[in-house]
């Protein structure tokens, strides 16, 4: 099952704060966010494992609940160039002995930075 | 560094037409995926590849096959292609341990008609 992002869509003042939320109805391995603008491909921002261990982005930091099932992206200080589609990723799986089962995308939150 | 790489780009089919999506990704890794994204849908994974000579079905596999030719390519087939195949295609790539960051490439753009 796909998890649920909010909001979905948000628009912001360059400078201004935000943040995603994103839930899963099964107990999550890890999480993982991505942005892609238009026309391009997703690109990596960073990984919450179960742990509290993160791995990624030095201005864009996240939270990862395991008891709730739920992560928040949190961007500060917004710049122009954080505008695109933010996609939460969560791994459920069992490791299956080579590599991952897939991340499963949530539909996306849009945000818009304006000057 | 080509990363993850996807052809076409960009592909117009009649309905019941067949074509194979190719990627191929430079970086050793074991894991590769194909995704698809639809307006207000996000990305779903239609076939994912655990290592070389495995493959396993994701959300929407149905009208799809795919191949995991070797450990740098992994190739989607529509054997008869339909308008609700209209989407753009993702494929993906991450190294062979978990949790670390998927690699994507530019997407091909399909059209069926």
């Known amino acids: 099952q796909q998890p649920v992002q909010s909001p979905q869509a948000v628009i912001l003042r360059e400078g201004e704060d935000a943040v995603i939320n994103c839930s899963s109805s099964k107990a999550l391995y890890s999480v993982h966010w991505y942005r892609q603008k238009h026309g391009e491909a997703p690109v990596f921002l960073m990984i919450?494992?179960?742990?509290?261990e993160q791995k990624g982005h030095e201005k864009i930091s996240a939270s990862f609940n395991e008891k709730k099932q739920q992560s928040s992206l949190y961007l500060t200080a917004s710049q122009l160039s954080y505008s695109g589609t933010y996609f939460c990723g969560t791994e459920w799986g069992m490791y299956s002995g080579g590599g991952a089962d897939g991340l499963t995308f949530g539909k996306g939150t849009h945000l818009i930075i304006q000057p | 560094n080509a990363g993850v790489t996807q052809t076409p780009k960009f592909q117009v089919l009649k309905t019941g037409q067949s074509m194979t999506l190719q990627c191929a990704q430079d970086m050793n890794h074991n894991s590769m995926y194909w995704y698809r994204q639809d307006p207000g849908m996000g990305l779903r994974l239609i076939y994912y590849s655990a290592s070389e000579g495995t493959t396993d079905k994701g959300e929407v596999p149905n009208g799809y096959n795919v191949s995991r030719l070797n450990k740098r390519e992994f190739s989607l087939r529509l054997e008869s292609a339909a308008p609700s195949q209209t989407s753009v295609y993702f494929c993906a790539s991450n190294s062979p341990h978990r949790n670390t960051e998927a690699f994507f490439g530019q997407g091909t753009r399909l059209t069926v008609v």
């Open positions: 919450l494992l179960k742990g509290g």
